[in-house]
């Protein structure tokens, strides 16, 4: 008999045995806009019909962010390592492919804020501005545009954007590494950061790098 047709009768069984191999599961861009049908709500509802975030409310731009950063986000809501009552039991709801599809999505997305020249700043001087700058060395605290691009508008894959991100957010991510709410940073970078932030000094430099590359 040929060698091949014996073969075959394994094939049936290894794809038999593996249904989900084939199972489809939605594209990222009808879990954006759509949800996946298992308890994930349409993410566009809260971060913009063109994940460009929603400022008011303190929703976090997607667009334009590192797929991995993205992942890596969605994975740590949903293990817990990073606590958020909104987002965790909506991480929890997306498959692994789910989360893969809907962060190579949002990442593929355009983003004005990440374009073009670095904002003039309005103003070097005040505290925000020099923390972002040049950091406070005397308490081992690095200038935040060191980690995160000379204009803050992030290395891709690890260093996020933080500019033109909501100052609620940006200020919540901070006291977030205060207080362990957030623990998924690598190497514990953002915690060691954080730790001789007061929190004015955080304060004010949410409202400095929110007011960069507004849109
Ligand atoms: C009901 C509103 C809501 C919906 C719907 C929602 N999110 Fe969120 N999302 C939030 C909030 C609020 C935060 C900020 C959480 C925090 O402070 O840690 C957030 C944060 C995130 C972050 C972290 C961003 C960063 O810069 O670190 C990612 C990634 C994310 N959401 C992805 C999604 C995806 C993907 C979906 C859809 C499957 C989704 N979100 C649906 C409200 C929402
Ligand atoms: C030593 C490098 C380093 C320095 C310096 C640094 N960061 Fe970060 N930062 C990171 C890394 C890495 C992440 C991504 C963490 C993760 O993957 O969870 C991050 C994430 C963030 C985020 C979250 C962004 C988002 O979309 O959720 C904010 C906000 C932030 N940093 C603000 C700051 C500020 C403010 C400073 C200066 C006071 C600063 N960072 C200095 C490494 C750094």
Not at 107 to 121: E, F, I, Q, V
Not at 171 to 177: E, G, H, T
Not at 180 to 208: C, F, H, T, W
Request: proline share 6%.
């Amino acid at each position: 008999m040929n060698k091949n047709l014996t073969r075959i009768p394994l094939l049936l069984l290894a794809l038999s045995a593996s249904p989900w191999l084939f199972a489809a599961s939605p594209d990222g861009q009808t879990i954006a806009t759509q949800g996946n049908g298992k308890g994930a709500t349409a993410c566009i509802a809260c971060h913009g019909q063109q994940g460009q975030g929603n400022a008011d409310a303190g929703y976090p731009y997607l667009a334009g962010l590192s797929a991995d950063y993205l992942r890596n986000q969605l994975t740590a809501f949903s293990s817990g390592s990073r606590k958020n009552a909104v987002m965790q039991p909506i991480a929890g709801s997306l498959s692994k492919q789910d989360i893969a599809a809907v962060a190579e999505y949002f990442s593929g997305l355009p983003n004005d804020r990440l374009k073009g020249s670095a904002a003039t700043p309005s103003d070097v001087s005040g505290k925000g501005a020099v923390l972002a700058r040049n950091g406070k060395w005397a308490a081992g605290v690095p200038a935040c545009f060191r980690c995160h691009g000379a204009d803050g508008r992030g290395v891709a894959p690890h260093f996020p954007p933080v500019v033109g991100q909501p100052e609620a957010y940006i200020r919540n991510q901070l006291v977030a590494w205060q207080t362990g709410a957030r623990s998924n940073d690598p190497l514990g970078l953002m915690q060691s950061v954080v730790k001789s932030l007061s929190r004015d000094e955080i304060d004010a430099v949410a409202r400095y790098l929110a007011a960069q590359s507004e849109k």
